[in-house]
């Protein structure tokens, strides 16, 4: 009599069966620290305890930053590795691939992936450079939104073929890939490329600017503790507020480390900007990508932890069949994914063009890619989708940032550049893949 | 209660109305009329009519692969049906999504468990229906919302109401999916096998909450293999074999061996008092 039961259950005198209460015991060694422990100590030790179970968390990232630094100091001409105009350099190369990866990690989320965003970001970049031209000189902020929308477009054609479609995102990427390359280069034309120069007052200068225009050491020392005193409230008062209310908070030790956490990294960021890193001229303070690379982090990070919207793209991420059922409109989010994504990587693009000063045939888009997923994925942004944070784009971007920087130093050839980024992206790769089977899968 | 094998007089307004429901003069909350559904070549539903009468619980029975999931899902409106009528406190009314049967009032706790496990408990609980505050989650509304509604369902054995799902036990999640579907004003209540990983203590508080819904004033259908829990809290059995409504009656229509007799063999010789199934018609 298959799958009827009339003795099963309780049992005709009311006992129970041994097993049953073994079936609502809780896994209880992957549950995250944070929400289990009542004092810094208890954290460290649920924290170490669940590393050892195989979920590494950030482990990877601070660990690899680490390694980075220690073994490029080590070996770079003079250490030069370590100084302030090499780390600022650092930033400023680290932050096309922190907002690629960024844009990324949409995707990522959702256990798709975006092949195409190294020329996405070229197409941003091109259109934001163009609009600047004499012929058109529009506003540089205009200009940015362009650029921006550019990618935003790309992505939402490319993201419909494949929600509504049903095609692969890989293919249907892969072969944007081509696309965007191929109208880059016919863009482009015979001049070959777009470029934004500091000497061209206004508009260009702007866009220049990003990178190279320098935040006043005053201004800058401000702005970190206007940011420090806002965001540490912020988190404080909401702490502590759960506390009070007898909701599930992270320990008032936790909060208080996370805060002098976020101060000293600020102090250092500012205090090594506004250090003179000239040879012959003074260069001096914050470039103004290190204020837009977070505003970028706390938009999307907002949209990503706070908002419905963002909450959707977990579930669809984790079940989507279960985000289905819940009554979310599922070929919507795959699609603003995608949107997210592409509009992200324009504006990467138009950080690109300043850096560069000028977008021409010559960027690789398909190394850009490469780099972006590795960067996300070391960042702790999972590949098999439902677990990513905006943060993990920028912690990886600096990971990736670093070794690009580094063996530029080390002046090795191209190739070993090719061999060393080709074994970071399988090391992250197979740092997510562990974590995955450590973490008790259940589907 | 009373239960007529004949067509009440209001059921003659609508076609295929065979009198398999609910007391005279009341229209069930619930009235499926002809549904039919298949996958491809598989038929999973022929003609099913099925009553879901308001403060009652209707056991739904069947082997496995009879189509109790795939009915309860057309109701929830994750599978559209390919035929038939679906009648909603007397109105002719389409199911074309999840979405429509919520705002019907209708609520599934499904078989294979929807929620993501990703998610903690209380995104899980409030997943599709998040409350906002300005714009952004009001987590601390939803967080307290879901932590009264576990606790009333007596879910004491979770360690943290924000540790992700995929930390659950194979109870523990029955439970949570279970806490999810009461927490809304729904009208009907589905459950698809809510209790088939439930510790002792555990199926005692579902098919407690069962009888508590149907003291609500809900309708309350569930779906279960275990004949003691059916004979302990439905007021009705219906019972389906390979895609086809084989009996619908009140309880005291069925003893067990009847309920086994109609689920394999799709008639039973010991009906109690001949069950008005229109077994004959299909
Ligand atoms: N999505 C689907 N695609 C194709 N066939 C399906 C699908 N869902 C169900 N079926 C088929 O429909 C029939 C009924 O399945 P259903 O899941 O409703 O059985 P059930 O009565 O719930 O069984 P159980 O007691 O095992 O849960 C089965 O033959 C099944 O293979
Ligand atoms: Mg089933």
């Known amino acids: ?443 | 209660m009373d239960v007529m094998s004949q067509a009440s007089p209001d059921q003659t307004a609508h076609p295929g109305g065979t009198g398999v429901g609910a007391s005279p003069g009341e229209e069930p909350l619930l009235r499926l009329r002809g549904i039919s559904k298949h996958f491809g070549a598989v038929q999973a539903l022929y003609g099913v009519d099925l009553d879901l009468p308001k403060g009652q619980v209707t056991a739904l029975c069947g082997d496995n692969g009879a189509g109790k999931s795939v009915l309860t899902k057309s109701i929830a409106g994750i599978h559209q049906v390919d035929e038939g009528e679906i009648w909603w406190e007397g109105r002719r009314v389409h199911i074309r999504n999840p979405k429509d049967s919520a705002a019907l009032g209708i609520e599934t706790v499904y078989q294979d468990l929807a929620l993501a496990d990703n998610l903690d408990i209380v995104q899980n609980m409030f997943l599709g229906r998040e409350r906002l505050q300005r714009g952004l989650l009001d987590e601390d509304s939803m967080e307290r919302a879901a932590k009264e509604t576990l606790a009333s369902l007596r879910v004491t054995t979770v360690r943290s109401i924000r540790q992700p799902v995929a930390t659950l036990s194979g109870g523990q999640r029955q439970a949570v999916a279970v806490a999810k579907a009461v927490m809304w004003n729904s009208k009907l209540v589905m459950l698809d096998e809510p209790t088939a990983a439930l510790g002792v203590a555990q199926t005692r508080m579902v098919l407690d909450l069962i009888l508590r819904l149907k003291d609500h004033g809900l309708a309350v259908m569930v779906i279960s293999h275990n004949l003691n829990d059916v004979f302990e809290v439905a007021d009705r059995i219906a019972v389906l074999r390979l895609g086809r409504m084989v009996a619908q009656d009140s309880i005291s229509a069925f003893d067990r061996q009847s309920v086994v007799d109609y689920m394999t063999t799709g008639v039973s010789s010991r009906a109690v008092k001949g069950p008005s199934a229109d077994g004959g018609r299909n």
């Open chain 1, 1 to 443: 009599m298959s799958g009827i039961d009339s003795q099963g259950g309780l049992g005709a005198d009311g006992t129970a069966a041994p097993e049953a209460a073994d079936l609502t015991a809780a896994k209880v060694d992957i549950v995250p620290p944070e929400i289990v422990a009542g004092s810094l100590s208890q954290y460290f030790h649920a924290w170490w305890a669940r590393v050892r179970g195989g979920d590494a968390g950030v482990l990877p990232v601070v660990i690899a930053l680490v390694a980075v630094t220690v073994i490029f100091t080590a070996v770079s001409p003079n250490h030069v590795f370590l100084t302030p105009a090499n780390l600022v350099n650092l930033f400023d190369q680290s932050a096309v691939f922190m907002v690629l990866a960024i844009g990324e990690g949409f995707v990522l989320l959702l256990g798709e992936i975006d092949l195409s965003i190294g020329y996405v970001a070229a197409i941003g970049g091109i259109v934001t450079g163009q609009l600047v031209q004499p012929s058109w000189n529009w506003p540089w902020p205009i200009a940015i939104a362009g650029g921006i929308l550019a990618g935003a477009v790309i992505g939402w054609l490319q993201g419909t073929i494949i929600t509504r479609l049903r095609m692969p995102a890989f293919i249907v990427t892969l072969a944007g890939y081509l696309i965007w390359f191929g109208v880059m280069i016919q863009i482009l034309g015979t001049a070959g490329s777009v470029g934004v120069s500091s000497s061209v007052l206004g508009n260009q200068q702007a866009l220049y600017g990003i990178v190279y225009s320098y935040i006043d050491p005053a201004i800058s020392w401000v702005g970190l503790a206007v940011i420090v005193v806002l965001l540490g409230g912020m988190m404080w008062l909401r702490d502590a507020g759960r506390r009070r209310r007898g909701l599930v908070a992270s320990p008032i030790g936790l909060t208080v480390a996370k805060i002098a956490f976020i101060a000293v990294a600020g102090v250092a960021v500012v205090a090594i900007c506004n250090i003179n890193r000239g040879v012959m001229l003074p260069v001096i303070g914050v470039p103004w990508v290190v204020p837009l690379v977070l505003a970028v982090l706390a938009v999307w990070t907002i949209l990503l932890e706070r908002s419905q919207f963002g909450r959707h793209m977990y579930a669809v991420g984790g079940n989507p069949e279960a985000a289905r059922r819940a009554g979310i409109n599922v070929a919507l989010v795959r699609t603003m994914a995608f949107v997210l994504c592409a509009g992200t990587s324009g504006l990467a693009g138009i950080i690109y063009l300043s850096q560069q000063g000028a977008m021409n045939t010559n960027i690789n888009g398909g190394q850009l890619v490469l780099y972006a997923v590795a960067a996300a994925v070391i960042g702790g942004t999972s590949l098999s989708g439902g677990r990513g944070r905006v943060i993990h784009g920028v912690l990886g971007g600096l990971v990736i940032g670093a070794i690009y920087n580094g063996l530029y130093l080390l002046g090795l050839e191209i190739q070993w550049q090719l061999v060393i980024t080709g074994l970071v992206l399988l090391a992250a790769v197979s740092v997510d893949a562990l974590s995955r089977q450590s973490s008790g899968v259940r589907v």
